[in-house]
């Protein structure tokens, strides 16, 4: 036992928000965590045109359940495929581009009222994605930006519904 003498003037933090502050701490490390590694793969990954295409295809036949992770997995690829384009100064194949976004988050949203198999999985990949598009927003200008803006608005709202889905099971 210590000779120290307890010291009663200390505040005691409550079990309730000790737990709270536990979360709040793991939350904001693995919103931290999650976009840094998702940047590390997505520059290794340059999926072809084909590699879309096939992901389309996919998506478009799969069950119901699984439309939406498939979905949010091709609106992954083709905002980094958009980065890309803003990039390297190809603004008008970027906004082709962020509207097919827009046309998959839409699919998204109406497959959202399936059971969906992997919602968890969809909406933390929609995290990382609206993350990186907001980062690609500071590249953009002008009428560009407003289609960027538009396009992370909607995404923005789509992973609010998939957030709501992951709670409710």
């Given at each position: 036992m210590s000779s120290l003498p307890r010291c009663s003037c200390r505040p005691q933090l409550n079990p309730r928000a000790a737990l709270l502050l536990a979360c709040l701490s793991l939350a904001s490390a693995l919103t931290l965590a999650i976009p840094a590694h998702a940047s590390a793969a997505d520059k290794d990954s340059n999926p072809t045109p084909q590699a879309l295409a096939d992901?389309?295809?996919?998506?478009?036949?799969?069950?119901?359940r699984e439309q939406c992770f498939l979905y949010t997995e091709l609106v992954h690829e083709m905002t980094e495929q958009a980065g890309r384009q803003i990039s390297s100064g190809e603004t008008e194949q970027a906004a082709v581009t962020l509207k097919q976004v827009n046309r998959y988050a839409h699919l998204i949203h109406l497959n959202l009222a399936h059971?969906?198999?992997?919602?968890?999985?969809?909406?933390?990949l929609m995290r990382s994605t609206t993350y990186r598009l907001g980062q690609f927003l500071h590249l953009v200008n002008g009428d560009d930006q407003k289609t960027v803006q538009d396009t992370l608005i909607q995404l923005d709202q789509i992973n609010e519904e998939l957030l709501t889905q992951v709670f409710q099971h």
């Open positions: 992901l389309e295809q996919r998506a478009n036949q799969a069950k119901p059971d969906t198999k992997q919602v968890k999985n969809a909406e933390m």
